[in-house]
């Protein structure tokens, strides 16, 4: 649990300066779970169809499997942006105004 961060704004961040790979993994976990989440909504959608099913079990969940893709979306996209963030490039154009300042 090293690699996060704890922000005020009460959102976890994967730390710079942990092992390489480990945003590439975070990435991979949010989108299996987006997956998860898709595959809800269409089991949802199937049971709706299906006269046997009650359908408040079949609205619910269809309701936390969009909520489960969505935020999984969500997270991906702020994982993606955080990397993009800690390129090299990046890391140099930050290293290089420093050294202008001083």
Known sequence: ????????????????????????????????????GVSSFIASVVALADSDTPRAMALLLGVSGVVLAFASWVRVRRAMREEDDHTP??????????????
């Open 1 to 36: 649990m090293s690699e996060f961060l704890f922000s005020r704004e009460a959102q976890y961040s994967i730390d710079p300066a942990a092992k390489p790979g480990t945003t590439l993994f975070a990435i991979g976990m949010w989108i299996r779970l987006g997956l998860v």
């Open 89 to 102: 490039e990046a890391d140099n154009a930050a290293e290089a105004r420093v050294v202008l300042e001083h």
